[in-house]
């Protein structure tokens, strides 16, 4: 079993920043042999991966939204996975969540929802203009 658990949403102005945090707990499989990944979900919209990071923090992916403007990292020994946000903009306002996936991230292609076997209840973030 897995529980996540994010914060660090909030209400910024637009160009602002925001720093999201993700604390996981595991019983069994240890928490740095799991793939984690941040997702969000706007109002009226299906949920879509912003980025996610592999086991041991080395390798990483970005939605194209994302890029450059976003950085997933994370902390084994603190068990924990942050999403860095800069520059945001009033289209990024959605609820983000994170999740954990058993699988390898797979390098060149955008991960899906179902490689995602725990979810966390997610945090709002409100880019206003």
């Known amino acids: 079993q897995v529980q996540l658990v994010e914060s660090g949403g909030g209400l910024v102005q637009a160009g602002g920043s925001l720093r999201l945090s993700c604390a996981c707990a595991t019983s069994g499989r240890t928490f740095n042999t799991y793939t984690m990944g941040w997702f969000r979900q706007a109002p009226g919209k299906e949920r879509e991966i912003v980025g996610a990071v592999s086991w041991s923090g080395a390798n990483t992916y970005y939605s194209d939204s994302a890029k450059g403007r976003f950085t997933i990292s994370r902390d084994n020994a603190k068990s924990t996975v942050f999403l860095q946000m800069n520059s945001l903009k009033p289209e990024d306002t959605a609820v983000y969540s994170c999740?954990?996936?058993?699988?390898?991230?797979?390098?060149?292609?955008?991960?899906?929802?179902?490689?995602?076997?725990?979810w966390g209840q997610g945090t709002q973030v409100t880019v206003s203009s």
């Open positions: 999740a954990a996936g058993p699988s390898p991230l797979q390098r060149g292609r955008a991960p899906s929802l179902a490689e995602y076997a725990y």
